[in-house]
């Protein structure tokens, strides 16, 4: 089983559209989590860290959920320039980054 | 601000030749991470350094891969001995250890790759 599990897709949505992705870990000892977005042939880039709180970011809203190890990203009024793979990123207590494979999003006119 | 930058952005050798990376973290980043990312595939987490140690070589893929960092700066990975399936993306990352919302987090800047390509 791996570390940290996201759905690859592709999610295809129309402009406009609401879309959530969701990505699991299995460490239960993980401390940080983040969302990376990558476009294509690009390197990842930090899109938002998750709070235990929640915390939302214009369009983007990101929740976690530690008993259920689970965490979320939901992305508003979706714009084509958000098509990109998104990268569920778990830090563990050892201080290591496990990125999950992404998930694929790719939103049409 | 300078980010995280890499050389050469791409680099064709043949195979058997050695081939060295170069990392420039963010200065002032303590946190050095390479990982490679293969054609269509996720990051692979290769190694990472805190401050000139590597408490961290798991990732590793073979005794042909090794890494140093001197200074707590700069950081190479050195393949020898290339081979085809070393073809990927080299992906370096720094990171800090700071409060952001509240919480204590470590976040990391990626450079934008090294493209390597095994013949």
């Known amino acids: 089983r791996k570390e940290v599990e996201q759905d690859p897709g592709p999610f295809n949505v129309p402009e406009g559209a609401t879309v959530a992705f969701n990505c699991t870990y299995s460490n239960s000892a993980s401390q940080s989590f983040f969302w990376y977005r990558q476009d294509c042939r690009k390197e990842p880039k930090l899109l938002m860290s998750?709070?235990?709180s929640g915390n939302e970011d214009g369009r983007f809203t990101a929740q976690l959920n530690r008993a259920s190890q689970y965490i979320s990203l939901l992305i508003r009024d979706s714009k084509l320039s958000d098509s990109a793979t998104y990268l569920c990123?778990?830090?563990?207590?050892?201080?290591?980054?496990?990125f999950g494979g992404g998930t694929r999003l790719m939103v049409k006119p | 601000g300078a980010g995280v930058s890499q050389s050469p952005s791409n680099k064709v050798t043949e195979k058997g030749k050695d081939v060295e990376l170069r990392c420039d973290p963010i200065s002032g980043h303590t946190a050095l991470y390479w990982y490679r990312q293969s054609l269509g595939q996720g990051l692979e987490f290769l190694i990472y350094?805190?401050?000139?140690?590597?408490?961290?070589k798991s990732g590793l893929p073979s005794d042909r891969f090794s890494a140093e960092r001197t200074g707590g700066s700069v950081s190479t990975l050195t393949i020898q001995r290339t081979q085809q399936e070393d073809s990927a993306v080299y992906l370096c990352a720094s990171s800090f250890l700071g409060f952001r919302g509240g919480e204590l987090q470590e976040t990391q800047y990626f450079g934008p790759g090294t493209r390597l390509l095994v013949l």
């Open positions: 998750v709070y235990s």
């Open positions: 350094f805190q401050g000139n140690s590597a408490p961290d």
């Open positions: 990123v778990v830090n563990d207590a050892g201080n290591m980054l496990t």
